[in-house]
């Protein structure tokens, strides 16, 4: 094994050659490149696979989508890995058109259809286009000569945020509304009209969807989600997709049913750009830490007639394809995971799946280039190259025609192009549902009848034909290709269609009911309202929750009161979003407000969340406050969140407290919200009152008092109460320690000087544990952040320690705003630290540009026994200020911390081999060791804490490569959601670590021990992402080789039941 295969890609001058993408046109499968060697993927017996496309034709494919015609549009990665700006600086990637000219099932011919893209992932053909998302906008692309490559391109939405590692706009999807749709990562959107106004900013993640000419753009939900990547429809036109990281710690890969309206995990700010409607909604399938990708609901059927409508999912991880079976559940889904492919080589990573015509699927496998936050590719492998693999039956027969070529659909009369929806072939319906729409109105008459069929398929694609003739009739500036009618010629077919999809509301099919009310919901029809108002008593769940969002978008304050008593009803918290949704979407307050008066506790819940969040919708303490003393836990709980957000009740929250604390079950379930409401609350006289007594009743939980003093440690500078001296003083004295802790952590956050007295004999008290002493010292002193000079003496001290007592020592001097004495003093210490507390100790020396102490700090790191474990990228970080004079010497030393870099690429090579004959046993007791520190940051099962990710299943996606890696070179790839950041804060403070949760008002930083400490969001002046992990650097050298290897071999042997 070579050590190039560890050489990163990135750096613009090793990218600027591949911008030349050749165009390669042959008649024959040219001959694949000498480097390609086919993956050896296993599928179910019965199945093959088969090469559909390798290097020339393409190199690095991530996505595919076929047109009309058979030709497949591929979106092609040049092999980099770039920033945003390097993207859009070089352009090096591109969409490449490949055919199948003799129909033998490889493609043969392969021409750059456009070149010069950031980084385009996925397509949507639609009337002689292909629409794409290459952020940070998404475009239309026309080949208007047929040449082949597309000499028209018109951004039609923009513009998005992104950074290049993938978590951006992936799309295009085509809707069966005929609607263009779309995902966006988390970074962020910004929507300007001509004039240059700003029509929609928001940060967080949101799916999209738009006409073929960019107009009528709609939001339709969204989250704190890292990456929702692909969606894909049901026939009934149900939205479901794949989104990487919907929740974290663990990190939980999902495949969602994407609800109007909808609010998504993880992070909580999205909240506030948002209407939520109380919990977050979940997702339908949990896949695990798999790095899910593209998706596509099989519709054919061909190679097994049970499979049609399941969905096939990519994972990029693990080098598979699932299948997943979905059923019906309340008015959502479960579902059923099934294997379908798999490839045991870790550098086939599959991105993306697409049926063809006659059944058959194209497998897209990207290879080995992508390592921006992946962490089964810590290093570009760009000379891997990807493929396109078919998969199809053994047996499979041959379908003529399959996409309907031969048929001449203009010469069709209305009559014998509607028989075409009962097609077998499901391209040629497709394209039978795209032509019937752009007939219009004189076919309508013609598929009124159609819907008559017995064929429920059949009865559902007239819905979608009339749907999509609603959305033509509506673009302001028409798609090119696409017919111009006159006013009059719209509003007749409008009115025709409309009355179509009226009628399929009482078709005796719950499928095309529930396709009429997701038509309905998209274009609305005031006309169909009283129906839809009889719907919201329907047995079908489903059939409820659409139909409540078409009266919701319907917007008229006369289904209001039906919507209420539909609350009562919900079958679960899906429908119970629809309803609440519709009800915030209609905006009457007054109409709204007579739900709080049921005698029913689901109506008044939805009512007051309802009003909670619409415009106007006023909801006063008054109203809230019986809910949150409610015996009725929903309401409680909703009513309680609601509450926590309204500062400006606080005079109302003794009784608010007093009532959840006196309910355990609210303790355990509303901890967070309970904590922040008493801390923002504790100048409050009654609630000041309520925490004394709390504190000092022998017979209160102790869950519940230390929820007291949480909250006191996060308040600002409150004046102790008299209430509180007492019971607090009693722990203060107490033996046991955690007593204290929790006691002097409180102190930390109230002023404290009639405790002075006690904290400095505290801190004096050499047989206490150093860093409770510095608690109490810092305490006394008032002064979060800084360290005293007494305070640093005792850290000092216990660097040499043992193990974790020396580490949380050399972090609690890396995050403290140390004066310039201090620097000066610490900097000798720096030559003798270990690996595990140099990367803590240099920390400090990162915000100076005093020339004396950069050179006491060069000086020390000169002759720093650890030095080159610290990681390149944070020593750069800590000199990148320096004076200019002392540049030359800070430049020796990060040469001498990249050569020591290089030297671990070697030895990797060297471990690897040892791991085959390693033993997982003696690797898990090492794991757990505190020789190791593994288990101080990850978990295992329900051993270990989880400031790094959860290891339960690593084995599952992960090669002994891919954890050596991770294990010698921590920063080499962060883990998406997990990256470090470094956090400058008004009290001169520099905390570095990763954001474990964040509220509106909240930052709660994770550090490499101990518990998130929560951080305002006012007292943070700067916030900077890092490059460097809080995992430390070096950490295998406290290992013997063969220890390492047990390790790693154990870490393999932690797979999925």
């Not at 002689?128 to 952020?135: E, F």
């Not at 009803?569 to 905006?587: C, K, M």
């Not at 804060?985 to 949760?997: E, P």
Request: hydrophobic content about 40%; proline content about 6%; charged content about 25%.
């Amino acid at each position: 094994m070579k050590n190039d295969r560890f050489q990163r890609i990135g750096r613009i001058a090793g990218c600027a050659a591949l911008l030349l993408v050749g165009r390669a046109e042959a008649a024959e499968p040219p001959s694949p490149d000498p480097g390609f060697v086919p993956q050896a993927i296993s599928v179910p017996e019965g199945f093959v696979v088969e090469v559909a496309a390798a290097p020339p034709l393409v190199a690095h494919p991530t996505f595919a989508t076929f047109d009309d015609r058979g030709r497949l549009f591929v979106s092609e990665n040049a092999g980099v890995n770039l920033s945003a700006e390097e993207l859009e600086q070089l352009l090096p990637n591109s969409v490449r058109m490949l055919e199948d000219t003799d129909g033998d099932g490889r493609f043969d011919k392969s021409v750059v259809f456009a070149d010069k893209m950031t980084f385009p992932m996925g397509g949507a053909w639609h009337n002689g286009a292909l629409y794409v998302a290459s952020p940070p906008r998404i475009w239309r692309l026309e080949d208007t000569d047929g040449d082949g490559v597309a000499d028209k391109r018109d951004a039609i939405v923009g513009t998005f945020g992104y950074t290049g590692n993938a978590a951006s706009i992936h799309g295009c999807i085509s809707g069966p509304d005929g609607r263009l749709y779309w995902c966006d990562g988390y970074h962020g959107h910004e929507f300007t009209d001509d004039a240059g106004r700003i029509t929609s900013k928001r940060e967080g993640s949101y799916l999209f969807s738009c006409l073929p000419d960019g107009s009528d753009v709609r939001i339709h939900c969204g989250g704190g989600m890292d990456n929702p990547v692909e969606v894909d429809f049901t026939e009934e036109g149900e939205m479901l997709g794949t989104v990487n990281i919907m929740y974290t710690r663990p990190r939980i890969d999902c495949l969602v049913h994407w609800q109007h309206g909808g609010t998504y995990p993880h992070r909580e700010q999205i909240l506030n750009e948002w209407k939520e409607t109380g919990e977050f909604l979940g997702p339908v399938h949990r896949f695990g830490h798999v790095a899910v990708s593209g998706t596509q609901r099989y519709r054919s059927g061909a190679m097994d007639a049970s499979w049609r409508d399941d969905f096939l999912v990519t994972f990029f991880n693990s080098g598979k394809v699932v299948r997943v079976v979905l059923e019906p559940d309340g008015a959502s889904y479960r579902a059923v995971q099934r294997e379908f492919l798999a490839c045991l080589n870790r550098d086939f990573h599959p991105t993306d799946v697409a049926e063809d015509a006659d059944g058959s699927l194209i497998i897209v496998d990207t290879g080995g280039w992508f390592y921006r936050g992946c962490p089964t590719s810590q290093f570009a492998k760009p000379e891997v190259p990807g493929a396109l693999y078919r998969v199809r039956r053994a047996d499979a027969a041959k379908i003529d025609d399959p996409r309907g070529e031969l048929i001449d659909w203009p010469k069709l009369s209305n009559a014998s192009l509607a028989a075409f929806l009962a097609d077998s072939r499901f391209a040629v319906r497709g394209r039978a549902i795209a032509e019937c729409a752009n007939r219009g109105e004189p076919i309508v008459p013609v598929l009124r009848h159609a819907a008559r069929d017995r064929d429920v398929s059949v009865r559902i694609d007239v819905v979608w034909a009339c749907t999509r003739m609603i959305g033509g009739s509506m673009a302001p500036r028409r798609a090119a290709g696409s017919s111009s009618e006159p006013a009059p010629t719209r509003d007749a077919t409008v009115a025709a269609a409309r009355e179509a999809i009226r009628e399929a509301l009482s078709d005796p099919d719950a499928r095309v009911r529930r396709t009429a009310c997701r038509s309905l919901a998209t274009y609305v029809d005031p006309e169909a309202m009283a129906r839809l108002r009889e719907m919201l008593q329907e047995d079908s769940a489903p059939i409820r929750r659409e139909a409540a969002v078409a009266l919701g978008r319907l917007r008229d304050a006369r289904s209001v009161p039906s919507l209420l008593v539909a609350l009562d009803r919900a079958a679960d918290r899906t429908e119970e979003h629809a309803v609440v949704y519709a009800l915030i979407e209609i905006g009457d307050p007054s109409a709204t407000r007579r739900g709080l008066a049921s005698d029913r506790p689901l109506i008044r819940r939805g009512a007051m969340l309802a009003l909670d969040q619409m415009d106007g919708g006023d909801l006063t303490a008054d109203e809230v406050v019986p809910l949150a003393a409610s015996d009725h836990a929903p309401s409680q709980s909703s009513a309680a969140r609601i509450f926590e957000r309204r500062p400006d009740w606080t005079g109302r929250s003794a009784e608010v407290i007093e009532g959840l604390l006196a309910n355990p079950s609210s303790i355990d379930s509303l901890t967070d919200v309970i904590r922040r409401l008493i801390a923002r609350s504790l100048s409050d006289e009654g609630v000041a009152t309520l925490v004394g007594r709390s504190l000092a009743d022998p017979g209160a939980p102790a869950s519940v008092q230390d929820l007291l003093l949480a909250a006191m440690a996060e308040s600002q500078g409150v004046p102790a109460h008299k209430t509180w001296i007492a019971p607090i003083e009693g722990r203060l004295a107490s033996a046991d320690s955690r007593r204290v802790e929790s006691a002097l952590a409180a102190l930390g956050g109230l002023q404290a000087e009639s405790f002075k007295a006690r904290l400095l004999e505290i801190g004096a008290d050499a047989s206490r544990p150093v860093l409770l002493r510095v608690a109490a010292l810092e305490a006394a002193a008032g002064r979060r952040g800084d360290l005293t000079d007494a305070s640093l003496d005792l850290l000092i001290g216990a660097l040499g320690a043992g193990p974790n007592a020396s580490v949380e020592a050399a972090q609690r001097i890396g995050r403290a705003s140390l004066n310039k004495n201090q620097l000066v003093r610490l900097a000798p210490l720096l030559a003798s630290a270990s690996p595990s507390q140099l990367p803590e100790l240099i920390g400090p020396y990162r915000s100076t540009t005093d020339p004396r102490i950069a050179a006491a700090f060069l000086a020390a790191m000169e002759n720093a026994a650890s030095l080159t474990l610290v990681a390149p990228h944070q020593f750069s970080d800590v000199i990148l200020r320096y004076p200019q004079d002392l540049l030359p010497a800070a430049n020796r030393l990060l040469d001498r911390v990249r050569q020591a870099e290089q030297a671990k690429l070697a030895k990797l090579d060297h471990l690897l081999p040892l791991v085959e004959h390693a033993d997982p046993a003696r690797g898990r007791d090492l794991f757990f060791a505190e020789k190791s520190k593994c288990a101080t940051c990850h978990r295992v099962g329900d051993r270990g804490t989880r400031v790094g990710p959860d290891l339960t299943t690593i084995g599952s996606n992960r090669a002994a490569a891919d954890l050596l890696e991770s294990i010698v070179f921590p920063s080499a790839t962060l883990v998406r959601d997990y990256e470090p950041f470094a956090f400058a804060l008004t009290d001169g403070r520099l905390l570095t670590g990763l954001v474990a949760r964040e509220t509106g008002d909240t930052v709660f930083i994770q550090q490499q021990t101990g518990d998130p400490t929560p951080i305002r969001a006012a007292d943070i002046e700067q916030r900077i992402p890092g490059s460097v992990s809080i995992m430390p650097n070096g950490l295998e050298k406290d290992l013997s080789e063969s220890e390492l290897a047990d390790v790693v071999a154990f870490l393999l042997s932690l797979k999925l039941p």
